[in-house]
């Protein structure tokens, strides 16, 4: 189950990025995602990453993401119309209660309830995507030259969690091929089995922790000024992606300066499409964040582009 959450390497195209391309990718879908008040285009987005995750092979992962988005997604919508009192729709007259006034919920709070929810929803599936698409060690090698040692407690960090439960499940088949019932006697005899299994982990993660010093050691750690040696480089896929990136985000700020991807929600609910220049915006932010799927189509289907990126 939680082996789902974290970087498995599968041989996918989309896995095959310079990291240095797919940070400022991942980076313009926050930022897009912040700047965008817009549900159309809020939605727009959330369709273009379920497109991703599915190409990158994450949907199993990306289900735990919705369930919890949806969840708080809900709650945002119960919350909000509680509190804000702003919407000129009323669709429900509700008491007095105390500390919170008249109880009046507008139609234009349960919309910025929901249209938040969504923003919500596409945050976790840009962080999802990130766990399926990148390695995490690449790009902590990216900050490697500029503050080693930084880099290495955050690598050491990041392992500790995929490490533990990995080890936590060895551990446990190996008690259970032994004999060891985890599901079977009292409360009190399943925490004695269940404390034997966390002591052996403890020993394990103690032995791996001098194993690393031990490395460490070994290769010269801290005595002098570290070399730095990358097998990354950049090819003409990570410079469409990039481009193709910053580009969304050119046309992105373009489109805002002219009212494309901005809403207004109180006191009454705008309109989702202005005018042409609004569908002719988020055309073009789609297209250009699209370039790594494009790319994934290619190079599964044309030889000839498979040879050129």
């Given amino acids: 189950m939680f082996d789902k959450l974290y970087y498995q390497e599968k041989g996918l195209f989309l896995q095959s990025f310079h990291p ?146 990995r080890d936590l499940k060895r551990i446990k088949e190996v008690l259970q091929f032994r004999g060891v019932d985890f599901d079977e006697g009292s409360l009190w005899k399943k925490v004695k089995k269940y404390s034997c299994l966390y002591t052996v982990l403890l020993l394990s993660s103690m032995e791996d922790s001098m194993e690393i010093a031990e490395s460490m050691q070994a290769r010269a750690f801290g005595s002098g000024k570290r070399s730095v040696y990358s097998r990354y480089m950049l090819r003409p896929r990570d410079i469409l992606c990039a481009g193709g990136s910053f580009l969304a985000l050119f046309a992105a700020i373009w489109g805002l300066q002219y009212g494309c991807g901005q809403y207004t929600f109180y006191p009454e609910a705008d309109v989702l499409i202005k005018g042409l220049p609004t569908l002719i915006t988020l055309a073009a932010v789609l297209f250009y964040m699209s370039v790594p799927l494009i790319l994934s189509e290619g190079w599964k289907n044309c030889r000839c582009l498979k040879s050129k990126i």
């Fill in 20 to 165: 240095a391309a797919v940070l400022a990718y991942l980076l313009v879908l926050l930022v897009l995602s912040l700047l965008y008040a817009n549900p159309l285009y809020l939605l727009a987005l959330f369709f273009l990453l379920a497109l991703l995750i599915k190409e990158v092979d994450g949907m199993e992962a990306w289900e735990g993401f919705l369930k919890a988005g949806v969840f708080l997604m809900l709650m945002i919508m119960i919350i909000n119309p509680l509190v804000i009192r702003a919407g000129s729709t009323i669709i429900w007259h509700g008491p007095q209660a105390p500390y919170l006034g008249k109880l009046d919920i507008s139609m234009e709070a349960l919309y910025y309830g929901a249209v938040s929810g969504i923003r919500l929803l596409v945050i976790m599936s840009i962080f999802c995507l990130y766990n399926l698409m990148i390695n995490p060690d690449k790009i902590l090698n990216l900050f490697s030259k500029v503050a080693g040692q930084s880099v290495l407690m955050i690598a050491l960090s990041t392992r500790m969690f995929p490490t533990m439960v």
